[in-house]
């Protein structure tokens, strides 16, 4: 897209829209020859003194003094929190202050200036309010900080972007570990693997392995964190030729509860190693990762859309495509309703498709005869073609920006014409909704056969991978969207698999929900073995 339109938090019931556009260009602190940001056309973003400057490229467009609304905030431990602190608090204050002094990274409570930035995820519609605030510039600094909190009884909350935040209430009694600083990456093109560090985002990675004509098992969007997307499994655009991303993770580098730094290999401490792939980091706090990638230079990728008003059939349609389709192509359907924005092309604007996108990992003229079911539908617009691999994070136009948004998502067996009817009713032609997004991403192939000697999560089973998301232009849509997330789970409920993908789930459920009973029984005796106190508290937890 030319532009986008971010949210800022107001200081009471609204959001801010501000109009960012983007531009081509060179590296950036945000992703090396991807998109980058030119400055929000209102005001100049910039931060206070002393703030952390990779926290500006996770949140850009956040104003430095916003508050998010009451609206959106969660019963916390101390509801009567003012601007005065009470002895307590300042004492606690003190030790926060110690720990700053034992650090080469920062620490940000709520008396520096720019709390407002440091303490909030990709996702905005999440009030995070956490004791404190650390940006470690390196494992040692996360010894101590897990140190610290034992000691005090707080928890630790590692987060690289705040993608999937919303889980994780307000955080109250925790400190909020950012890793954003922890950004090498590491490029062995002769063993054909890499190194990133746990603050490293996908387009930072397809970046570095374009030059070495690499790839990598990287998620659908650019600005997702490496860390968290491989630690709940990571679906990609070669998921179904390749498998899950956590399957090629060949050694994890992690600062487990008692303050160790750990080299983690399937023939050092096989248990954490099979815990962490999979268990979302409920182990251990992950600071940089080892995975495998492998040749492709282009691929066949792009996007078919069509009126909204052909919903029906091409559902249908891909349905029936998708039953017998090689596992070399990987894709997705979607339901689409774009907001009126007055900076998207006339044809976006306010209109809604229903779009199929995704690559085909095939030379060109097989890619084609492959796609061309859908094409013979006839389109309004194409963009399939050969693709260079470093711009897959492109296709599926995930917004660029944090922005407030509410959503969740469930794995269905199979989409009958009733699973149709229900989807329809919820965002096709005739629906009235509040949904951006209604996403199904195609499962089976690799990634629904279980790894060899694969982790915690080693495949998906199910056929399709829904993805429902709303943005939240105003928190006051807050129950309006959140109902109708739900009512979609409830109207596909029928179809579900029973196990969900920790990585779509924005909502605290059980952890049976992610795991049979055996697998959620080892991760629970890994993580009592390693983290006896419960230090590490992280998006979905297995108790």
């Known amino acids: 897209m030319p532009g986008c339109w971010s949210w800022t938090h107001g200081t ?106 440091e303490r909030l995820g990709w996702n905005l519609a999440a009030d995070q309010r956490p004791e404190a605030v650390v940006v470690p510039a390196d494992a040692s600094d996360i010894a101590v900080v897990v140190g610290f909190a034992r000691d005090l009884g707080l928890r630790v909350v590692p987060q690289g972007t705040g993608h999937l935040a919303a889980p994780l209430g307000d955080l109250s009694g925790a400190v909020l570990l950012h890793t954003s600083r922890l950004r090498e990456v590491e490029v062995d093109v002769a063993a054909a693997q890499v190194r990133a560090g746990a603050g490293v985002l996908w ?52 600062v487990t509860a008692d303050g160790r730094q750990r080299h983690v290999t399937a023939d050092t401490e096989p248990d954490l190693f099979w815990a962490l792939r999979g268990g979302g980091g409920n182990t251990a706090i992950v600071t940089a990762l080892t995975f495998g990638v492998f040749p492709v230079v282009t691929v066949y990728a792009g996007m078919l859309l069509y009126p909204i008003a052909r919903a029906g059939e091409v559902l249908r349609a891909y349905e029936e495509w998708t039953r017998d389709l090689t596992e070399a192509a990987t894709t997705c359907v979607r339901l689409l309703h774009v907001p009126p924005l007055p900076d998207l092309p006339d044809f976006l604007r306010g209109q809604a498709f229903v779009g199929v996108d995704g690559a085909i990992d095939l030379p060109e003229a097989e890619a084609a005869a492959v796609l061309e079911p859908l094409r013979a539908l006839g389109p309004a617009i194409d963009t399939f073609g050969d693709l260079a691999a470093a711009q897959l994070g492109l296709v599926h136009m995930d917004p660029p920006q944090p922005v407030p948004a509410i959503g969740d998502g469930l794995i269905l067996d199979d989409l009958p014409e009733a699973a149709i009817e229900a989807l329809l009713a919820a965002a096709g032609p005739e629906a009235q909704t509040a949904l951006l997004a209604i996403d199904l991403r195609h499962l089976g192939g690799a990634a629904g056969r279980p790894a060899e000697h694969g982790g915690a999560v080693d495949h998906l089973p199910g056929r399709f991978l829904v993805y429902a998301v709303g943005m939240l232009p105003d928190p006051a849509l807050a129950p309006v969207l959140e109902a109708e997330v739900a009512g979609l789970r409830a109207a596909l409920e029928p179809w579900a698999s029973g196990r969900d993908y ?42």
């Not at 602190?85 to 002094?101: H, I, K, Y």
């Not at 969007?221 to 498998?243: F, Q, T």
């Open 12 to 117: 009471g019931c609204t959001w801010t829209r501000r109009r960012c556009w983007t531009r081509s260009g060179p590296s950036s602190a945000r992703t090396e020859g991807a998109v980058q940001h030119a400055p929000c056309s209102d005001e100049q973003f910039s931060l206070p003194p002393g703030a952390d400057p990779s926290r500006r490229s996770i949140l850009a467009p956040v104003a430095v003094r916003a508050r998010p609304p009451a609206a959106l905030t969660r019963k916390r431990k101390h509801p009567n929190r003012s601007t005065a602190m009470s002895l307590t608090e300042t004492a606690v204050s003190d030790r926060f202050r110690d720990l700053a002094d034992r650090l080469t990274g920062r620490v940000v409570t709520p008396a520096d200036p720019d709390w407002d930035v």
């Open 203 to 254: 387009g930072e990675v397809t970046s570095a392995l374009a030059p070495h004509g690499l790839a990598a098992l990287a998620g659908s969007s650019p600005d997702v964190g490496v860390a968290g997307y491989l630690l709940g499994g990571g679906y990609s655009w070669m998921a179904r030729e390749r498998g899950l991303g956590c399957s090629a993770v060949t050694a994890i580098d992690v």
């Open 502 to 543: 920790s990585n779509f789930r924005e909502a605290a459920v059980p952890p049976s929900r992610f795991y049979d009973t055996a697998t959620l029984e080892r991760l629970r005796a890994i993580k009592q073995a390693y983290d006896p106190e419960r230090v590490i508290r992280t998006a979905h937890e297995l108790d």
